[in-house]
């Protein structure tokens, strides 16, 4: 009997041993307790390595970005409490398991952030959308807050943040500042992000300690224009408008 031929060493989980990985495609490590970066497994490199590449057209941007926006709002969801919660199988079994507790809602910053807003609703129908339009000035790279409209009761809520983009963290924080003049607690609100900047994620993890920060990946750091790097570009434009 002939025996299966040994995997290749390039194909796997372990595809490179991480030594060996070229530095842009292992996340920063960050020592903050509120930062959780999604498991770098073999799929989402591929997913962020199409999404990065300038050559990547609007259609396949939006589907690979829909994936990883996926998988970080499975994740984010982890974070949510359960309660215990027993049923019945229909072979008559009982089967000690859990349910969802809590209410919760979606606020998008505007625009780019709208683009997580499909993921949220396939993972939790008629979940409810929240929206904050700030937009950072493109010779400042300052942050500006120019309109936001919330559920009435979104300090009783569980608020997942949705922003792709964690550069300067100058946005995120504004959003944060948002939910809390509105009554959120901090420790209710999760921020989900596909690429955070080092110096981002360290200015918003130290300043909101409680805020849970989900995210697929923290990149290499900002260039003169505060863009990420390697980064992806502009993520609204390269969704939206190219
Ligand atoms: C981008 C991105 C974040 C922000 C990140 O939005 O979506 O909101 O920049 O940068 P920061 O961490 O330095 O604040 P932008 O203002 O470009 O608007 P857009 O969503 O319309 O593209
Ligand atoms: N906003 C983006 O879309 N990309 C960056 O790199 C920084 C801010």
Redesign the pocket.
């Known amino acids: 009997q002939t025996q299966p031929e040994a995997p290749s060493k390039n194909v796997g989980p372990e595809y490179r041993p991480t030594t060996q990985k070229p530095l842009a495609t292992v996340s920063t490590a960050l020592k903050h307790e509120n930062v959780h970066v999604l498991p770098q497994t073999p799929q989402l490199i591929a997913l962020l390595t199409m999404i990065r590449d300038k050559n990547t057209g609007r259609a396949d941007f939006i589907f690979h970005s829909n994936r990883i926006i996926r998988l970080l709002v499975e994740e984010g969801l982890n974070h949510l409490p359960v309660l215990e919660h027993t049923i019945t199988t229909p072979v008559g079994r009982t089967y000690a398991g859990v349910k969802f507790e809590g209410k919760i809602c979606g606020v998008s910053i505007m625009r ?1 952030g709208e683009a997580m807003e499909q993921g949220l609703r396939e993972c939790c129908r008629s979940v409810r959308i929240g929206k904050i339009l700030i937009q ?1 000035d493109e010779e400042t790279a300052k942050p500006k807050l120019y309109y936001d409209k919330l559920p009435e009761d979104i300090a009783t809520r569980w608020v997942l943040l949705l922003d792709p ?1 964690l ?1 300067t963290g100058g946005s995120a924080l504004m959003a944060v500042q948002v939910l809390k003049d509105r009554g959120v607690p901090e420790d209710h609100i999760l921020f989900l992000n596909l690429i955070a900047s080092p110096e981002g994620a360290k200015n918003f993890a130290e300043q909101y300690p409680k805020v849970r920060v989900v995210t697929a990946f923290i990149d290499m750091g900002l260039n003169e224009k ?3 790097v390697p ?6 434009d390269r969704f939206y408008t190219m």
């Open positions: 780019a950072r983009m550069a505060n863009y990420i980064g992806l570009g502009d993520f609204g």
